[in-house]
């Protein structure tokens, strides 16, 4: 039988987590955090009147928000268009920045398409949807799409030509096929840029997400805004806005873990240290 706090092997884990936790991030991100809090709170108590409530209000707001039944309706909808559109933009962002960094004669017949996705506003895009499409789920999952599948393809094709020529020659020396150069030596090797690919295109998928909602059709998490900013419910219009801010940086995170675990060879040397000491 050990004691409190000590491991079978007769060392101490809880003060090792403690000591883990007091020189990781957390502390500053919490530190940084307070102060953003307390100087919100000053400005919106003293100056901001009904543009900017305090932050104490906004939290009141935020909480009483979660248990109204029209937050997780405009949660539900503006989701649906976020996971379709993001989806969408995997599947077909990855063989293509796949091929584009594989095949130079695909790229040079399809790059300049690539360059008017990086380079066109999309919302300039949002009338063409409506006219074509119209105002219904599949114009916000077209726009979410766009907004996220030149993250995903950029990294794709970048991760394909990072990978050392010598690699494929080699493979091609003892005799292996297309098929299996793909397998072992490609998408393992371009992996690491997909996820992070993924990961970007992620945020910027919920950030297609509000923002066809703004421009084209009120509804979920936009209709919401555009309800409260009429209203000048600037408490709860706070509120939504940390509650998608929220959701974002949950899923971020997600991706970030999924990128970890799909990629372990790619961690940082100095995460790696950290685990040893």
Same mark, same amino acid.
């Given at each position: 039988?050990?004691?409190?706090?000590?491991?079978?092997?007769?060392?101490?884990?809880?003060?090792?987590?403690?000591? +883990?936790?007091?020189?990781?991030?957390?502390?500053?991100? %919490? !530190?940084?955090?307070?102060?953003?809090?307390?100087?919100?709170?000053?400005?919106?108590?003293?100056?901001?009147?009904? %543009?900017?409530?305090?932050?104490?209000?906004?939290?009141?707001?935020? @909480?009483?928000?979660?248990?109204?039944?029209?937050?997780?309706?405009?949660?539900?909808?503006?989701?649906?268009?976020?996971?379709?559109?993001?989806?969408?933009?995997?599947?077909?962002?990855?063989?293509?920045? !796949?091929? %584009?960094?594989?095949?130079?004669?695909?790229?040079?017949?399809?790059?300049?398409?690539?360059?008017? !996705?990086? @380079?066109?506003?999309?919302?300039?895009?949002?009338?063409?949807?409506?006219?074509?499409?119209?105002?219904?789920?599949?114009?916000?999952?077209?726009?979410?799409?766009?907004?996220?599948?030149?993250?995903?393809?950029?990294?794709?094709?970048?991760?394909?030509?990072?990978?050392?020529?010598?690699?494929?020659?080699?493979?091609?020396?003892?005799?292996?096929?297309?098929?299996?150069?793909?397998?072992? @030596?490609?998408?393992?090797?371009?992996?690491?840029?997909?996820?992070?690919?993924?990961?970007?295109?992620?945020?910027?998928?919920?950030?297609?997400?509000?923002?066809?909602?703004?421009?084209?059709?009120?509804?979920?998490?936009?209709?919401?805004?555009?309800?409260?900013?009429?209203?000048?419910?600037?408490? +709860?219009?706070?509120?939504?806005?940390?509650?998608?801010?929220?959701?974002?940086?949950?899923?971020?995170?997600?991706?970030?873990?999924?990128?970890? +675990?799909?990629?372990?060879?790619?961690?940082?040397?100095?995460?790696?240290?950290?685990?040893?000491?």
């Amino acid at each position: 039988m050990t004691a409190p706090g000590i491991s079978a092997t007769g060392r101490r884990t809880t003060p090792r987590l403690l000591r +883990k936790a007091a020189h990781g991030t957390f502390p500053y991100q %919490l !530190l940084t955090f307070a102060v953003f809090a307390t100087a919100w709170e000053i400005y919106g108590r003293y100056w901001g009147g009904i %543009l900017l409530p305090p932050f104490s209000d906004t939290a009141v707001a935020t @909480v009483q928000l979660l248990g109204e039944a029209e937050l997780w309706k405009a949660l539900w909808l503006s989701n649906q268009a976020l996971v379709l559109g993001f989806v969408a933009s995997v599947v077909l962002g990855v063989p293509a920045g !796949l091929l %584009l960094g594989r095949f130079r004669t695909v790229e040079r017949y399809t790059d300049i398409y690539l360059s008017i !996705l990086l @380079v066109t506003p999309m919302a300039a895009v949002i009338p063409l949807l409506v006219m074509s499409v119209g105002f219904g789920l599949l114009s916000r999952v077209i726009l979410v799409t766009l907004f996220s599948i030149v993250m995903v393809i950029v990294n794709a094709r970048a991760g394909i030509r990072q990978i050392d020529a010598s690699l494929i020659e080699m493979s091609r020396t003892y005799g292996a096929s297309e098929a299996q150069i793909w397998r072992r @030596v490609l998408i393992p090797g371009a992996l690491p840029a997909i996820m992070t690919g993924v990961r970007l295109a992620l945020g910027r998928a919920v950030t297609g997400m509000v923002i066809v909602e703004l421009l084209m059709v009120s509804v979920g998490f936009g209709g919401l805004i555009l309800e409260y900013r009429s209203l000048f419910e600037a408490p +709860k219009l706070y509120a939504t806005i940390v509650i998608i801010l929220a959701e974002a940086l949950a899923l971020i995170a997600a991706a970030r873990w999924a990128e970890r +675990k799909a990629t372990p060879w790619a961690a940082p040397r100095n995460s790696a240290r950290s685990t040893r000491d």
